[in-house]
């Protein structure tokens, strides 16, 4: 490729590359990513397939370091359905939704604190979280438990509490999607997002946790890849700079780092290409570029930075505006650096319920749980069950490595479960005759993942508790429909723990409170 600058040291390139946030590939840092750090680059970023361990992760963030002391180490770690630190086993932690369903801002700050103990111990110091959508929108395809729930209020002092617990553990908080992606029927990973609601509106859902989280000092903000013709008519917020300068910076008075989301994500790259869209969001007021979920090579942070390089050449970006936004990158990593130096002190006390090794992310998703039984008494499952789950596509945030349900935590309890998978199917009568038959003379558990969204899940839902009136259900997603079965248990989130605490209820142990 043609390469559009002279030297490594040119500080045009340098800032150029500081304002990236790129992926790899591997579990171990390639010579490629050694050597732009070295250049310039300040931050990387972490998916679940550059994680096997927390040891290995420590060992890689150790080797990042090792090239320059202040690169910025990121990761989309929001707890519940989307983790990166448990991607094959599942979260510790209970999810958002599990966490706005018990209300209690202590627990919330509790477990964050705890969550950024263990990604600092690890070397990771931006995580790419919280949430602070509104889930206004019940059927939204890629926010739902990942927020804190539908009701403003209650989203907003959750958001503050988790940026204070994260933070209080030296690692910046992300709040994102700014200004809000609760009230879409699109992915963004897919397509771009319209949110049309009118400005009073927007004020007083969307904005409002994003106000509290800057007045709560989140050191980042991540944008949202969604139209609002409100307050954009023609941009993405990402590429708006309306919303990202006029309304975040100049309104909001956000004077943090404002970071992207991943920009391969096809409502940006489908439009308008990765390269113009990370000229544009700079040039809009964002910061920092993340990209590196599916492009995770050295020829795309080439493409970016020459993109950014050649657009301040040909007058298209300010280079004072670059300039700034590589400024603020660096401004962040002192922070996390400082924060870091704090943490080792000698006599840096531990807040109570996050020590190493503490279980309060078990003790939040027992608290989670809530219970709905058809009668009284409940006669406890104390013979090893059929597990049946009906499992819809998971989205991209989610992803398909992770495992939820409940059939590993019963079998844990209850040594010969078994259990079996089910897809969408227009033939219920199929689904749920393959159910009965494998099942036996068991009894069933159905795991479900937003019932309310899936007919077929709901129908094949319908049919099983008619033929076995004493099935159990448990329902790992947004708890919107009906309860169904002898008992329904609604766990506000898919994450391991989540799963635990169900089986504890199948099985007559730990309730939820």
């Not at 409100?230 to 708006?240: F, G, H, I």
């Not at 937003?450 to 076995?468: E, K």
């Amino acid at each position: 490729m043609t390469t559009l600058v002279r030297g490594s040291s040119n500080t045009l390139t340098r800032d150029a590359l500081a304002v990236l946030q790129p992926g790899f590939v591997g579990t171990t840092a390639p010579e490629w990513l050694l050597r732009r750090i070295g250049e310039g680059l300040s931050a990387v970023g972490l998916f679940g397939r550059n994680i096997d361990s927390a040891g290995q992760l420590a060992a890689l963030t150790a080797q990042l370091r090792a090239e320059r002391d202040d690169v910025l180490v990121a990761i989309d770690e929001e707890g519940g359905d989307v983790t990166r630190l448990e991607v094959r086993s599942g979260s510790s932690f209970p999810g958002n939704y599990a966490l706005g369903s018990v209300d209690d801002v202590d627990l919330t700050r509790a477990v964050a604190r705890e969550l950024g103990r263990r990604l600092a111990e690890c070397g990771v110091d931006l995580n790419w979280a919280p949430s602070a959508d509104v889930n206004s929108n019940p059927d939204n395809p890629v926010i739902g438990v990942r927020s804190f729930g539908a009701d403003t209020a209650l989203a907003a002092r959750h958001t503050v509490a988790y940026i204070e617990g994260l933070q209080a553990a030296g690692v910046a908080a992300c709040t994102k999607h700014f200004p809000g992606h609760g009230d879409t029927n699109v992915d963004s990973h897919h397509a771009l997002p319209r949110i049309d609601a009118d400005l009073d509106t927007l004020h007083a859902r969307e904005l409002l946790p994003f106000r509290a989280a800057v007045a709560a000092g989140s050191k980042a903000v991540m944008s949202a890849h969604i139209l609002l013709p409100a307050l954009d008519p023609n941009r993405p917020a990402t590429l708006s700079p309306q919303i990202l300068t006029g309304l975040l910076r100049e309104e909001l008075g956000y004077q943090g780092l404002i970071v992207t989301d991943g920009m391969e994500m096809q409502a940006i790259s489908s439009t308008y290409g990765i390269e113009r869209g990370s000229v544009l969001a700079i040039a809009a007021g964002a910061d920092a570029i993340c990209v590196g979920g599916g492009l995770a090579d050295e020829e795309t942070v080439l493409r970016l930075r020459d993109a950014l390089v050649a657009a301040v050449r040909d007058g298209e970006l300010p280079e004072e505006r670059l300039a700034d936004a590589a400024a603020r990158v660096r401004a962040l990593a002192d922070w996390t650096r400082r924060a870091r130096g704090a943490a080792a002190e000698p006599g840096a006390a531990a807040q109570e319920g996050t020590a190493p090794g503490s279980e309060i992310g078990l003790v939040a998703a027992r608290r989670a749980v809530k219970v709905t039984a058809s009668q009284l008494p409940y006669e406890p499952v104390t013979g090893a069950p059929y597990v049946a789950a009906l499992t819809p596509v998971a989205n991209i945030a989610v992803g398909h490595e992770t495992p939820w349900g409940v059939a590993a935590e019963l079998r844990a309890l209850l040594p010969d479960t078994e259990t079996d998978t089910y897809d969408e199917t227009s033939d219920t009568a199929a689904l749920v005759g393959h159910v009965l038959a494998a099942a036996g003379d068991r009894r069933i558990v159905a795991v479900v993942r937003d019932v309310h969204r899936h007919p077929w899940m709901a129908d094949a839902l319908d049919a099983l508790v008619a033929a076995r009136p004493d099935t159990v259900v448990v329902e790992m997603g947004l708890n919107r429909a009906a309860p169904r079965g002898v008992l329904h248990i609604a766990t506000h989130g898919a994450a391991r723990v989540c799963g635990r605490a169900a089986a504890e209820v199948v099985t007559g142990g730990a309730a939820g409170a």
